[in-house]
C-alpha cells in the first residue's frame, strides 16, 4: 500500500477552503435566531451614545474602544441583531487562515492542517465568534499581530504593520498587554543571546524598540483608557498591602473570586468543552508538548503564550476580588489548540507505528498515519460535540421574546421593572418611552410603583427579587415564561404597593422581618438613587446595627445625613469610618468637605490631604483639597489641586468651577476664560450665575 499523502499543497488548500466553508456556517448560519443577552445590549448601547460621550462610557465600563467603533459603525446600517453580531462572525472566518499561517511558523507537518480544524470546530472560539463582543476581534488581532511579529524577525521592512496592527489590539482589550511580556520574553530568553553574539545589534534591536513605541503610543493616546495607570497599581497595592476604599459602597452583589484550584480545574474544559474537565484535551496537551520536543523555541514562545497570559489575567481579577469567566482565557486559546494539535499528530503517529509493528510491515511504510489521526480527532471532535452544539444554542437569556410581550401588553400608567438589564432594553428591544426602572430591592420597586395602576417584573438570573424576599413572585402572578432564563410577573402596584410598602419598612427596621446585609445594602442604593434621604438614612442605621464595623457603610451613612443637611451627623459618621478604615478615601475627602462647610477649613485640609496621599488618582480627593486650600486663601496652591484633579477627569464640573475661582482669586490672566469655557458645558445653576457674577453677565448663557 503506497504511503497516502495528507499535506500535500493541492490537499492543503481544498482543506483549508472547506475549513473556510464549515467555519463560515458554523459562525454565520441562524446568527440572529438568539436573543443578544446582557453583556452584548451593553455593547450597543454603548455604540449608541455620541462619539465624545462614547468614549467616556466605554472606559467607565472597563472596556477599549475598537469594536465598540465597529458595532456603532453597523448600527448606521441597520440594528437587527444578526447584522450586530457579523462583524464578529467574520473576524472569526478570519481567524482560521491566519493560525494556520501561525502554526505553520511553529509547528511541523501536519500540524497546521489540524490546528486550523481544531480552531474552526472549537467551541469556545464559536461562542464567542457569534456575539456582539470583543473576544473575536481581539482574537483575530492577536493572531495578526503575533504572525506580524514572527515574520517582522526576520523581514525587519514589517515592523510598521507589526506596529499598527498591535496598536489596534491593545485599544480592542487590555488583555492584549499581557502579549507584551509573550514577546518580551521570547526576544530576551532566544533573539538578544543570538544577536550578541552576532554582534547584529540593529536586527535584534527592533524588536523591543517597536514594542516599547507601540506601548508608549497606546498608553498617550486619547483613545486609551485613563485607568490602564490605575488598575496596575492597585494590582501592586493588592500584593504590597492594604488597598483603599475607591468607591462608595453601592455594590449590589459581590461576586467573590472562585478561588485558584477551581479554577485550574476549569481552565481545560473551558478551553475545550470537554468533559470531565477537559481531560481528553489536557492529555492531548501533554502529548503535543512530546511531540514539540525537538522545537524548543516555538515550544517556549507556545508554553509561555500558554501559561503567562491566564495567570497574570487571573492573578488580576484575584487582586480585585472578582469572579472568573472562561472569556477571559480566550486570548490564550491559540497556544492550546495548537499544542492539541501536535498531541493529536504525536499519539496518531504512535498508533500508527504501533500497527506497523502489530502487522509486522516494517519493511514497507503503510498508509496508517492518516487513518489513525482520523481516529484520534473523531474520538476528540465526539467529546467535545454537546459544548460545540451549546455554543451555537439558545442564548444565554431571552430578553428579545421577553422585551416583545411587554411592549404588546404595555399601556400608559404600567411600570415596567427590569432588574440590572431595564437600562440596556430601552432603545434596542424597548422604545425609550416605556416606563422601565431596574430596581433590585422589592421597598423600592414598590414604592415607585405605587403611582402606577399596573407593574410587571422582567425577571432574569441578574434579578435579586426571588420569592424568599418578594412574596408576590409566585405561579398565581406568573403572566409569561421565555426560554430560556426570563419570566415576566404581574407586581403590585397603586394601592396595593403602597400598603405593602409600608408593611415592609416597618418590618424590616422594627427587626420583624429577617433581611440579609446585602440586601439592605441594594435598599439603600436603591433609596440614593430616588434621593429619598430619609428612608436612606433609616435603612444605613439599621444596616450598621448588624455591621458596626463596616467603614464603607459608615461612609454612606455620612453622606446621606449631608444631604439630608445633618451636617453634625455626617462628621460624626466619617469619622467613625475613618477609625475603621484609616485608608478609607471617601470617608477622608466627604469629612474635609463638611468640615469646610462647618467652619474648621484647617482640620479639613488635613483630611483633604490624607484623602489625596491615599488615593492620588480621586479626582474627589483633589477637588476636597483644592476647596480647603481655596478657604484658607491659598489660592495658588488650590489651582495646582484643581488642575491635578482634572489631569484624572477632565470634564469633572465641581473641579472646573474650583479653578475658575482658584483663578479669579489669584488674578490669574485667564480667569474669565476659565469662567467662560465652564458656562459652555451648560453647569449647574449655581456654577452658572457665580459665573455671570464674574463675568458681569458678558456671557451669552447669562440671563
Not at 446621606?560 to 477609625?579: G, P, S, V
Not at 470617608?587 to 482640620?603: D, I, V
Request: charged letters at 15%; hydrophobic letters at 50%; one cysteine or more.
Amino acid at each position: 500500500m503506497s504511503h497516502m499523502p495528507i499535506d500535500g499543497r493541492r490537499s492543503r488548500m481544498l482543506f483549508l477552503t472547506f475549513m473556510l466553508l464549515a467555519g463560515y456556517a458554523l459562525r454565520v448560519v441562524n446568527l440572529g435566531e438568539a436573543s443578544l443577552w446582557l453583556d452584548e445590549l451593553i455593547q450597543v448601547q454603548l455604540a449608541r451614545a455620541p462619539l465624545r460621550e462614547m468614549f467616556q462610557l466605554v472606559f467607565a465600563h472597563a472596556n477599549t474602544p475598537v469594536d465598540v467603533l465597529i458595532t456603532k459603525t453597523l448600527l448606521r446600517f441597520g440594528r437587527q441583531d444578526a447584522w450586530l453580531r457579523m462583524s464578529s462572525a467574520y473576524m472569526g472566518v478570519l481567524s482560521i487562515p491566519l493560525i494556520y499561517a501561525l502554526a505553520r511558523k511553529l509547528l511541523p507537518r501536519p500540524g497546521p492542517l489540524v490546528t486550523a480544524l481544531l480552531f474552526t470546530l472549537a467551541p469556545l472560539a464559536i461562542m464567542h465568534h457569534r456575539e456582539v463582543r470583543p473576544y473575536a476581534t481581539f482574537l483575530m488581532l492577536a493572531l495578526l499581530s503575533t504572525l506580524l511579529f514572527l515574520w517582522s524577525l526576520e523581514k525587519q521592512g514589517l515592523w510598521p504593520f507589526f506596529a499598527l496592527s498591535f496598536l489596534f489590539l491593545l485599544h480592542t482589550h487590555l488583555f492584549s498587554l499581557a502579549l507584551l511580556a509573550v514577546y518580551g520574553l521570547y526576544w530576551l530568553v532566544w533573539l538578544l543571546p543570538k544577536g550578541l553574539r552576532a554582534r547584529d545589534s540593529r536586527r535584534w534591536l527592533l524588536a523591543p524598540a517597536a514594542l516599547a513605541l507601540t506601548t508608549i503610543a497606546f498608553l498617550l493616546s486619547p483613545a486609551s483608557p485613563d485607568y490602564v495607570g490605575r488598575f496596575t497599581r492597585a494590582v501592586l497595592q493588592g500584593i504590597s498591602g492594604p488597598r483603599a476604599m475607591e468607591t462608595l459602597s453601592l455594590a449590589a452583589t459581590t461576586y467573590p473570586f472562585p478561588g485558584f484550584a477551581p479554577i485550574v480545574k476549569r481552565i481545560p474544559q473551558d478551553f475545550s468543552g470537554a468533559q470531565p474537565a477537559g481531560l481528553p484535551a489536557l492529555g492531548l496537551l501533554f502529548m503535543g508538548l512530546w511531540g514539540m520536543r525537538r522545537r524548543p523555541r516555538a515550544l517556549f514562545f507556545l508554553l509561555t503564550w500558554l501559561i503567562l497570559i491566564p495567570a497574570a489575567i487571573v492573578f488580576a481579577l484575584y487582586q480585585r476580588d472578582h469572579w472568573f469567566s472562561p472569556r477571559y482565557i480566550i486570548h490564550a486559546l491559540p497556544p492550546f489548540i495548537m499544542l492539541v494539535g501536535m498531541g493529536a499528530v504525536t499519539l496518531a503517529r504512535w498508533l500508527a507505528n504501533g500497527a506497523e509493528l502489530i502487522l509486522r510491515r516494517r519493511s514497507r511504510r503503510p498508509a496508517l498515519f492518516p487513518f489513525a489521526l482520523a481516529a484520534v480527532l473523531a474520538l476528540y471532535f465526539w467529546q467535545t460535540a454537546p459544548a460545540l452544539a451549546q455554543a451555537r444554542g439558545p442564548s444565554r437569556e431571552n430578553l428579545r421574546d421577553g422585551a416583545a410581550f411587554l411592549q404588546q401588553t404595555y399601556q400608559p400608567g404600567t411600570l415596567i421593572i427590569a432588574p440590572l438589564v431595564g437600562p440596556y432594553l430601552l432603545g434596542h428591544y424597548l422604545p425609550k418611552e416605556m416606563d422601565v426602572v431596574d430596581f433590585q430591592s422589592p421597598v423600592l420597586v414598590e414604592s415607585v410603583a405605587q403611582n402606577y395602576e399596573r407593574a410587571f417584573l422582567l425577571q432574569t438570573v441578574y434579578s435579586h427579587l426571588t420569592p424568599r424576599n418578594t412574596s408576590w413572585l409566585t405561579q398565581e402572578n406568573l403572566v409569561a415564561a421565555f426560554q430560556p432564563g426570563v419570566e415576566i410577573y404581574r407586581a403590585p402596584a397603586g394601592e396595593e404597593a403602597r400598603k405593602r410598602v409600608q408593611m415592609r419598612i416597618k418590618a424590616i427596621l422594627s427587626g420583624d422581618q429577617d433581611v440579609s446585609l446585602a440586601e439592605l445594602k441594594r435598599m439603600a442604593a436603591e433609596a440614593r438613587k430616588l434621593k429619598d434621604w430619609p428612608l436612606t438614612i433609616q435603612i444605613w442605621e439599621h444596616f450598621l446595627q448588624q455591621a458596626p464595623n463596616d467603614s464603607a457603610a459608615w461612609t454612606e451613612l455620612g453622606l446621606a445625613y449631608r444631604q439630608a443637611e445633618r451636617l453634625d451627623a455626617a462628621i460624626d459618621a466619617y469619622q467613625r469610618a475613618i477609625e475603621l478604615a484609616p485608608n478609607n478615601a471617601w470617608a477622608h475627602l466627604l469629612l474635609a468637605n463638611a468640615l469646610r462647610l462647618n467652619g474648621q477649613p484647617e482640620t479639613a485640609l488635613r483630611h483633604a490631604q490624607d484623602a489625596v496621599d491615599i488615593a492620588p488618582h480621586l479626582p474627589d480627593a483633589w477637588s476636597a483639597l483644592g476647596f480647603a486650600q481655596l478657604e484658607l486663601g491659598d489660592a495658588v496652591a488650590a489651582r495646582a489641586a484643581f488642575e491635578r484633579g482634572l489631569e484624572q477627569r477632565a470634564d469633572a464640573l465641581m473641579l472646573r468651577y474650583g479653578l475658575a475661582q482658584a483663578a479669579s482669586a489669584a488674578r490669574d490672566s485667564d480667569a474669565a476664560e476659565l469662567w467662560q469655557a465652564l458656562l459652555d458645558l451648560n453647569p449647574p445653576s449655581f456654577m452658572r450665575n457665580a459665573a455671570c457674577k464674574h463675568l458681569q453677565n458678558a456671557h451669552t448663557l447669562c440671563p
